[in-house]
């Protein structure tokens, strides 16, 4: 229940701030954020949230899917443009992942040259 | 007896964890079946099938929605306890996932122009890279329409978590830093919720890749709009 306890807490400071500070960053990714500084700073341990946060981990997906269930439901909304959107969101995921995952690669690539050399 | 039993928050949930349940067996017997696609695409199917409205189903999906909230802040764990790992290759993570997402920036831009989609479209797809909440609010702020906005995010999402660890791999990209990088700059929560199915390492990564990205897309996207 303690890691459950910490989770919640986070989540709502997260939101809190999130609505007080009007920032560009989800409430949600600022709890995260304030998680990680804790677990840093030693004022939580890590123990207390292993085992509830590798649970809402493991199971992550299942948290999406009434948001990909009401999305779909909306599909309407789209409109005639539909063949348009479809081509540039598909391509254009194919770009990010494949351009990331390329200069990343690279770039750890020449990191680890310059170690050894 | 016409106090239909879909008419309470239960059903919503029940339904969502029976699906999602039959998606986990699915999956642990054909790996390259995606739980979150069966899940969403069984109870759409059902709730058609049975003729339930969407709003009777909503009721309990929205408690499970809710729990997006602690398990994005769980993110945290992986993040923390790989974190040498992420401070040794900050450089080439931010390298990576910066030009990643102005790649995909004038991807969208590109295309939407090549096939002479409108400019309101572009303007709501530009920030579909990021969770949902930030991709309203981004296009709120390029004038795009928000609503479609957050149906292009969740969408962008479910495509990187489906065709993700199959293109990479096609590519030959083995290791964890462009792996992780990849998913969570591309697809958000919902392609680090799938590689965290792989790795744990991977989806700390992907974790703070999202987390970059969703504070980078925004600062891209304004000197975009000035120049376009």
Known sequence: MKGLAILLGYTLLGNVLHTLLSVPVSGNVIGMVLLVISLFAGWVKLSWVE????FFLKHMMIFFAPVIVGTMMFFGVIGEQWIVIAVALSVSTLVVLLVTAGVTAWQTGRAKEHTYE | MNDAWFEQPLF???????????????????RWINPLFITSGGIILFLLVCDIPYESYRAGGDIITFFLGPATVALAVPFYKNFQKLKDQLAPIVLGVSVGLVCGLLAVWGIISLLHGSKQIMLTMLPKSVTTPIAIEVADLLGGTPELAGVFAVLTGLLGSMIGPTLLKLFKFRSDLPIGAAMGTASHGIGTARIMRDSE????????????????????????????
């Open chain 1, 51 to 54: 085992e509830t946060a590798q």
């Open chain 2, 12 to 30: 919503g949930l029940t339904i969502t964890v029976l699906f999602y349940m039959g998606a986990q067996l699915l999956n642990s017997r054909y």
């Open chain 2, 201 to 228: 390492i991977q989806g700390g990564i992907s974790a703070f890749a999202m987390g970059l990205s969703s504070i980078l897309t925004p600062l891209f996207c304004i000197p975009l709009i000035w120049w376009l």
